[in-house]
């Protein structure tokens, strides 16, 4: 079917759409959507890519640090941070309790909070939850790692309905438990569950379309729309698939096996491919596509993303490489062909964002960074330490301020509004 450039246009300015990338003649039209600026609703951002649009923040620090706004406890885990109309969502655990947290994002002062019984589970990492909260429609989703999966009220947290969906579906935990964030549309909640997914009604929670059962992935989904159609692109235990987000139905799947069957990191969308990166012994590679089906341009082992997803900027891919256990790196990989032109040995990443021209790192050990990267190297601009506790969650820039979330449960408000 021939791209009619006209109808995206138009469909550009209804919706705010910042990123358009076709895969050929029968793969074209695919979109990404795109929100408020000054809002972070679900993870990754509104743009699905780890990357803010936002210029009016201050990268360039005193000797002294930044301004901290606030810091609160939030109980162990890994789940980031989302914010929608001056309120910040993100979960915990304590003593085999999770806690889904509503935080006034200016002040942290708690708004609502709601708390379940959720085995910590602490399995080769300090455990607690690893999904974020997503914000839609005046909602709030979050998922569990025991898959319990809850509609909020976003004002007031009064609960719509919750279901726990591997006990509904039949479909089995992984490994490390739930991971992804759900993803909202077209009256669907969607979510990584089985072999490729599981949608419910967003109004009561009832099944819509299940996937079959087998050992879920713990990415998150990426969306596109293809011919009008929406997609979802993500990770399953042994793949990337590609599916109908309303019905459940595959589009193309990627084979992609790593030691463990996990397959954790967000795919990155760019012009006509997709970029596929895990850690575990897999490497990365770049897809083309022929005939509607994944062929691999290149691929290499010498740069894998185990928990955090890479960003791209000017045609550079920038992410942590290799394992988190060890000590994950910032590396850079050019997108046309693969080759790593530098892995910065020194330079320990536990999450990164970006914005603008910079990346926003965080260590393994809290120390946050404002990074000017290139194809030729890091350059720091500033740093400071936000906390002294173990760290693999991105951090996120939302209306001049960045939060940072340890594991051990710190969650610490970053002013660098222009002035401080």
């Not at 990989?333 to 892995?343: A, H, K, P, Q, S």
């Amino acid at each position: 079917m021939a791209f009619n450039q006209r109808r995206v246009d138009s469909k550009l300015r209804q919706s705010g759409v910042v990123i358009l990338v076709a895969f050929g003649s029968a793969m074209c039209g695919w979109l990404a959507t795109n929100c408020q600026a000054a809002d972070w609703p679900r993870f990754r951002g509104p743009n699905n890519n780890g990357v803010s649009q936002e210029t009016d923040w201050n990268a360039n620090w005193s000797s002294d640090g930044p301004t901290i706004a606030w810091r609160v406890e939030v109980g162990t885990g890994y789940s980031s941070v989302t914010i929608a109309k001056g309120r910040l969502y993100t979960m915990g655990n304590e003593s085999n309790v999770d806690t889904v947290y509503c935080l006034n994002a200016d002040t942290g002062e708690q708004i609502w909070s709601h708390s379940y019984s959720c085995a910590t589970d602490a399995n080769e990492f300090e455990g607690g939850p690893t999904s974020t909260p997503t914000v839609a429609d005046g909602a709030v989703f979050s998922l569990s790692r025991c898959g319990d999966l809850f509609c909020f009220d976003a004002s007031s947290g009064e609960i719509r309905w919750q279901v726990n969906v591997p006990g509904v579906t039949s479909i089995r935990t992984p490994g490390w438990g739930f991971s992804g964030s759900p993803w909202v549309t077209n009256g669907l909640v969607v979510v990584n569950v089985g072999d490729a997914g599981v949608a419910l009604a967003v109004k009561d929670g009832s099944i819509a379309w299940k996937s079959a059962d087998k050992d879920a992935g713990y990415s998150s989904f990426v969306p596109v729309v293809q011919e009008e159609h929406d997609r979802l692109i993500f990770g399953s235990a042994r793949s990337y698939v590609c599916i109908d987000a309303r019905t459940g139905a595959e589009q193309w799947r990627q084979r992609w096996l790593t030691t463990f069957g996990c397959n954790a990191t967000n795919p990155v969308i760019v012009n006509e491919q997709v970029f596929l990166s895990s850690g575990y012994n897999r490497g990365s590679a770049l897809l083309n596509f022929e005939d509607d089906e994944p062929v691999i341009a290149w691929k290499t082992k010498a740069f894998q993303n185990q928990l955090t997803s890479s960003v791209l900027l000017g045609g550079f891919l920038y992410g942590a490489n290799g394992s988190v256990a060890e000590g994950a790196t910032l590396a850079c990989i050019r997108l046309t062909d693969g080759e790593v032109l530098w892995n910065e040995e020194e330079e320990r990443v536990g999450g990164l964002t970006a914005a603008g021209p910079y990346l926003i790192t965080i260590s393994d050990e809290g120390v946050l960074k404002v990074i000017e990267p290139s194809g030729t190297g890091p350059k720091i601009v500033s740093q400071y330490r936000v906390f002294d506790e173990q760290c693999w969650t991105a951090p996120v820039l939302c209306d001049a301020r960045i939060y940072c979330r340890g594991s051990g449960g710190s969650l610490v408000c970053v002013d660098v509004r222009q002035g401080n």
